[in-house]
């Protein structure tokens, strides 16, 4: 992130502290108040940690580990927690729970990506020029995401999924994912654009003759930084939930390849029969969606500090 | 008033039926009934499929097979399904067996997430608005499908054995064949206690949601003047709460549940197939994308378009009685 954070209120803070006095005063960037605003939240700090933990040691610890999530070991199908060779047990053919995980978090993380990547560009493109040019193109585009939702979002994803046999895997599913998941994000930057667009900087930077496309992406844009990026934790959440929904349905990842949705989908198949193939992978998706989201509100009540915390 | 509504009718009349253009659009543009033909070994002739497409009507413009459909639609008759069957009345019972649940979650979760999240706002940062915080974080965080497996796997299994009897049962909407011996009341109490379960996972995800947003309408309320107005010409407290404070914090909440019903009729698919019901979900899963049935995904589709363009209705029109002032806009 190396564009700065437009100031939108401040009045310019003086550079340096030339005057002499008997404390200092540093003046302080909004990027810094909010980045310490968010450092000096507890539950969105715990968020992060653990969240740091998991995640780098998904990626980290197949180095280390000793099996692979492909390796099938013979001698010790479905054994249980703490058994010698396998800490977390191993599913039905003998293929160990551990790595399955580490390589399910991993896929997880780029279905996450992916569909943070499609959905936040169209969202944001879609946003910007039917909060900023408005008039019929505004009204066309709104009614088109109105329209989409007026469709519950779930079967819309699953009936097309069900008519891309070539798209059970991490990038299908993400791809298919991120189509879809820009709606309300598209909303969502066209009203902050809509009162944007009317402030002072915007006819400031018009009456220096900036085109469209760099007022859009030299102020609006980074002038919503803040509301892009909580919608991108939430849909993140969203997006591991919808996936394991997915593929619980049967048109998410099959194959020989894994996901922490399809974890956890096998392992409600398996929960009488094997209950830590259900209770681990089903918990450690709790925990990382808890996480995710508790950054989230994290990230918005640093970026505005008078909202009242909420997630509906 | 009146105007209001009939210009409220008219444009959700309005976008159900473009609702219908998308939905009709995007079933016929996935969905291929051949796709399970082409599979075949030895594939099936050419001649095979023309006549197979022209059986279902497909080999017509896209226009005419909409017209077809919608003409259908408008008069109460589905179309037929791929063996030639009548889309309609399976269309409609297996929506009653839905509706048993989703009406049930949706009561049940309103119901508990008035009571929370008036209770937390109330008790803000207290033991009791902490508890339900991380509730419903967690609730928030699980599929819906893990959260009925485990309520199915673990307690029903303890509530029967400490009760004796099945109380809860875990498998299909009713006891098989008991609408056929049974009185009616028999009937009711035995889907009654199929339906326990799948109402309160499928209720749980949505409550979690709600009570959080019922705490904040909440505390947005009474931070507001006129509850410190009330406290200030000496109402009671329980008083302040009940008449002047909760009554303007169910207004937003109006709009939120609206907007859930969508949420809520994707849950009930995950939670049909979790409790093994045969409802709409199974339908849409099993007959219309299992067999890629265009007519079958449509009815799907449409209705629970026609349910959530409803509940918008309501909410909007009830949201007008509530608020006087949106009823100028």
Redesign the interface.
């Known amino acids: 992130m190396t564009t700065v954070v437009e100031p939108q209120h401040e009045a310019p803070a003086p550079a340096g502290t030339a005057v002499e006095r008997e404390f200092t005063v540093q003046a302080r960037s909004q990027r810094e108040q909010i980045i310490s605003r968010f450092l000096h939240n507890k539950q969105a700090m715990t968020g992060l940690i653990v969240f740091a933990i998991l995640v780098v040691g998904a990626f980290v610890g197949p180095l280390v580990y000793r099996w692979n999530y492909t390796d099938i070991d013979l001698s010790s199908k479905s054994v249980g927690i703490g058994s010698p060779h396998h800490i977390l047990g191993t599913q039905e053919l003998g293929r160990d729970l551990l790595a399955l995980l580490m390589r399910g978090v991993q896929r997880s993380a780029l279905i996450v990506a992916i569909v943070v990547g499609i959905a936040g560009c169209t969202g944001v493109l879609v946003g910007s020029i039917a909060g900023y040019y408005g008039r019929w193109i505004d009204n066309l585009l709104m009614r088109l995401v109105d329209l989409i939702l007026t469709l519950p979002g779930l079967i819309v994803i699953t009936v097309v999924a069900a008519s891309i046999p070539s798209a059970r895997s991490a990038i299908g599913v993400g791809i298919i994912l991120g189509a879809f998941g820009w709606l309300d994000l598209a909303r969502l930057i066209r009203a902050q654009f809509l009162s944007l667009r009317e402030r002072e900087f915007v006819e400031a930077a018009h009456a220096m003759g900036a085109s469209d496309r760099r007022i859009i992406f030299r102020h609006l844009i980074p002038n919503a930084l803040g509301s892009i990026i909580v919608w991108a934790t939430l849909a993140a959440a969203i997006a591991v939930l919808a996936e394991a929904a997915l593929t619980y349905l049967g048109y998410g990842i099959q194959g020989d390849d894994t996901s922490l949705g399809r974890l956890v989908s096998d392992g409600v198949a398996a929960a009488d029969s094997r209950p830590w193939l259900f209770y681990v992978p089903g918990l450690l998706l709790m925990i990382l969606v808890m996480c995710i989201n508790l950054i989230g509100d994290g990230i918005r009540d640093a970026f505005d500090p008078s909202h009242k915390r909420v997630r509906s | 008033m009146l105007f209001f509504t009939i210009r409220r009718l008219i444009s959700s009349v309005l ?2 039926l ?2 219908s253009i ?2 009709f659009l ?2 016929s543009s ?3 009934p051949t ?1 399970p033909f082409r599979q075949r070994q030895p594939l099936p002739p050419p001649a095979f499929f023309k006549a197979f497409k022209h059986r279902l009507g497909l080999d017509k413009p896209l226009y005419l097979r909409y017209w077809d459909w919608i003409t259908g639609v408008l008069h109460g008759n589905f179309g037929k399904d791929i063996a030639g069957n009548a889309i309609t009345p399976t269309l409609m019972e297996r929506l009653g067996v839905t509706s048993r649940m989703v009406l049930g979650a949706m009561i049940l979760a309103l119901v508990m997430a008035i009571i929370v999240g008036v209770l937390t706002a109330v008790r803000q940062y207290k033991f009791s608005d902490y508890f339900f915080t991380v509730l419903c ?2 609730l ?7 959260l009925g ?2 309520l ?2 673990f307690v029903a299994i303890e509530i029967n054995n400490l009760v004796g009897h099945n109380v809860l049962f875990t498998l299909g909407e009713e006891s098989a064949g008991i609408s056929q011996f049974g009185t009616t009341s028999q009937i009711w109490v035995d889907r009654l206690e199929h339906l326990v379960l799948p109402t309160i996972s499928l209720a749980a995800l949505t409550f979690a ?2 009570s ?2 019922q ?2 309408a909440m ?2 309320v009474l931070g507001s003047d006129f509850i410190r107005l009330a406290r200030a010409k000496g109402v009671p407290w329980r008083r302040v709460i009940f008449r002047h404070g909760v009554r303007n914090a169910l207004i937003p909440l109006t709009t ?1 549940v609206a907007i859930g019903v ?2 809520i ?3 009930a ?2 939670t049909e ?2 409790f093994v019901w045969h409802g709409m979900g199974e339908y ?2 099993q007959n219309g ?1 299992g067999a ?1 049935d265009v007519n079958v ?1 449509l009815g ?2 449409i209705v ?2 026609f349910f ?2 409803t509940f ?1 209705l309501i909410a909007d029109l009830l949201y007008a009685v509530l608020d006087p002032r949106i009823r100028l806009h």
């Open positions: 976008v159900l473009s609702s998308a939905v995007l079933a996935t969905a291929d796709a974080y967690m928030i965080a699980l599929p819906v499908f893990w497996a485990l199915k796997q949601g709600w959080r947003f705490r904040a505390l947005d939120v969508g949420g009729l994707g849950g698919v995950l197939r979790v849409l899963l994308l890629q995904i799907w589709l629970a378009a959530i363009v918008n």
